[in-house]
């Protein structure tokens, strides 16, 4: 089992649909969970992070973790073709220090 | 406020070459990440630093690969010898707080 499981995708919904991103963690004792977006030939800039089981909500971004299920995910609200990119999940495991783990994201396809 | 610098943007060498990157993170950001991002995957940590010391490098080839981090501040990423398998880009991050990290806009790094 990977350590952060995300579908590849792509993911495809249409302009004004809201986008569901899943992703998955093996480590139990995994302390932080975080969302980047990654466009094509660019660097990761990250979105949101969430640290307790809930929701937790910015702009049209909400982050849902379930740490009894180990999973987390992200929602888009009113997707826009400028959402269209990689979604990356990463997450801070214990290695001695906390440290990032990333999944391979997930692809996101925003039509018109 | 400045971002994460990293030079080169682009380079090309000859397998068994060595090349090294540069990274200068953000004004006081004590954390700097060296990821590896191969085409259609996740970015994959290489070496976590604190200030100038090793948090984490169990996922550093070591008989090829080297970072520091003289001073806490800048930091280097050298190969020698490069392998083919190396081609990826190299990306540089940093944090203030040891959470949400920072990327640079990376190296892109082709072996032939």
């Known amino acids: 089992q990977k350590e952060v499981e995300q579908n590849s995708g792509p993911l495809s919904v249409p302009e004004g649909a809201i986008a569901s991103l899943n992703c998955t963690y093996s480590?139990?004792?995994?302390?932080?969970f975080f969302w980047y977006r990654q466009y094509s030939g660019k660097s990761p800039e990250l979105i949101m992070f969430?640290?307790?089981?809930g929701d937790k909500e910015d702009g049209r971004f909400t982050a849902q973790l379930n740490k009894a299920s180990q999973y987390v995910s992200l929602l888009i609200r009113d997707s826009q073709p400028s959402d269209s990119a990689t979604y990356l999940c990463?997450?801070?495991?214990?290695?001695?220090?906390?440290?990032?783990?990333f999944g391979r994201g997930t692809s996101l396809i925003v039509h018109p | 406020e400045a971002g994460v610098a990293q030079s080169p943007r682009y380079k090309i060498i000859e397998k068994r070459q060595s090349v090294a990157f540069w990274c200068n993170p953000i004004?006081?950001?004590?954390?700097l990440y060296w990821y590896q991002q191969i085409l259609g995957q996740g970015p994959k940590l290489l070496i976590q630093?604190?200030?100038?010391?090793?948090?984490?490098d169990s996922q550093l080839p070591k008989d090829r690969f080297s970072a520091e981090r003289l001073k806490g501040v800048d930091s280097t990423l050298k190969i020698q010898p490069a392998k083919l398998e190396d081609s990826a880009v190299y990306l540089c991050?940093?944090?203030?707080?040891?959470?949400?990290?920072?990327f640079g806009q990376g190296t892109r790094l082709t072996v032939v």
């Open positions: 969430i640290y307790s089981n």
């Open positions: 990463a997450v801070k495991r214990y290695r001695g220090s906390y440290i990032p783990t």
């Open positions: 004004s006081g950001h004590a954390t």
């Open positions: 480590d139990r004792g995994s302390q932080s």
């Open positions: 630093f604190q200030n100038n010391g090793v948090v984490d």
């Open positions: 991050a940093s944090s203030l707080s040891g959470q949400e990290a920072f």
